[in-house]
């Protein structure tokens, strides 16, 4: 995660995608839920930063599904907001193109 994190922070996108895709499955057969929806947020948010609104859309979409189910509140209000935010931007693109 915290590698994912420094690549967004020096503009390397891609491989923050691939560091959070790492973490996911790492995190997954760890059996880390909360970890694991995290990570889905991050790598939606670094989706969102390259204008994959698709993929962003899916990640955060599962990311809010874990916090649901864990009943992680905050976490889903959190993520919820950055799907507002891939849905304006995947909008605002649509409209511009």
């Known amino acids: 995660m915290l590698v994912g994190q420094y690549s967004i922070g ?25 970890t694991v929806g995290r990570l889905y947020y991050l790598r939606a948010v670094a989706h969102r930063r390259k204008g994959q609104y698709t993929a962003a859309h ?25 799907l507002a935010a891939i849905q304006s931007e995947a909008g605002a693109t649509t409209t511009n193109n």
Request: net charge negative; proline share 0%; charged share 20%.
């Open 10 to 34: 020096v503009g390397q996108t891609d491989k923050a995608i691939s560091n959070y895709s790492q973490g996911i499955e790492a995190a997954r057969q760890g059996g880390n839920a909360s």
């Open 58 to 82: 899916s990640d955060i979409q599962e990311a809010i599904a874990r916090a649901r189910h864990a009943g992680q509140g905050q976490a889903m209000s959190h993520y919820e907001a950055e």
